[in-house]
């Protein structure tokens, strides 16, 4: 099926072939590689992000009436031209990418959910090439040891990680966050072709 937007502006249609894939597929993540890249969180201005922010009003948050104060990630997206981009975009055995900070703070958390990735598809689309949802990637790279406390939940699994890893996982996985640690996690989240 070739990535198209119509399906991402379609909630419904958007989490049947999510949950669709996930039956056929499966879920697996592994492992791609672990290392050091060239980068410093901590030197980035981050903003933060409320989950249930939904500025393209077509996702389930569009519709929720409780907004939690806890569910705030900081970002940034990182610039393609960053050496760091380009040596994940090696690694990750991709050409074009979307490579943001996530910073989730003691006690914060994200429920349940998976990523529509709308921001690169529409780059992916503006080059008129034809790409199709088996060629998508994501992935994420963490900078420190996982914490007692620190959660991801990828499907029915509880990923673990240590500093360095890059780790694949399908775009199709929902999964959730939270970290009930005394320390800020800090990770950066790849989608791509």
């Keep these: 099926m070739k990535i198209n937007l119509e399906m991402l502006n379609d909630t419904?249609?958007?989490?049947?072939?999510?949950?669709q894939q996930q039956h056929t597929l499966?879920?697996?993540?592994?492992?791609?590689?672990?290392?050091?890249?060239?980068?410093?969180?901590?030197?980035?201005?981050l903003e933060e992000q409320g989950h249930y922010e939904d500025p393209h009003g077509t996702g389930v948050c569009a519709q929720e009436v409780i907004k939690p104060?806890?569910?705030i990630l900081e970002r940034m997206?990182?610039?393609?031209?960053?050496?760091?981009?380009?040596?994940?975009?090696?690694?990750?055995?991709?050409?074009?990418?979307?490579?943001?900070?996530?910073?989730?703070?003691?006690?914060?958390?994200i429920p349940?959910?998976?990523?529509?990735?709308?921001n690169i598809c529409k780059q992916i689309l503006q080059t008129g090439e034809e790409?199709?949802?088996?060629?998508?990637?994501?992935?994420?790279?963490?900078?420190?040891?996982?914490?007692?406390?620190?959660?991801?939940?990828?499907?029915?699994?509880?990923?673990s990680w240590r500093a360095g890893?890059?780790?694949e996982w399908p775009y199709y996985l929902a999964h959730a966050t939270y970290n009930a640690s005394y320390n800020p996690r800090t990770m950066l989240s790849i989608a791509g072709v």
């Design 26 to 45: 499966g879920g697996d993540t592994h492992l791609v590689w672990n290392g050091t890249i060239d980068f410093d969180p901590a030197t980035q201005a």
């Design 12 to 19: 419904d249609r958007w989490e049947q072939h999510c949950r």
């Design 165 to 167: 890893d890059l780790v």
């Design 131 to 159: 790409r199709h949802w088996s060629e998508f990637k994501r992935f994420f790279y963490f900078f420190t040891d996982q914490e007692p406390g620190q959660f991801i939940q990828m499907g029915d699994s509880q990923l």
């Design 112 to 118: 349940l959910h998976t990523d529509k990735n709308r």
């Design 69 to 71: 104060e806890a569910t």
């Design 77 to 109: 997206v990182i610039d393609p031209a960053h050496t760091a981009h380009r040596q994940l975009r090696k690694k990750c055995g991709i050409t074009m990418a979307r490579v943001s900070v996530n910073l989730q703070r003691p006690g914060m958390f």
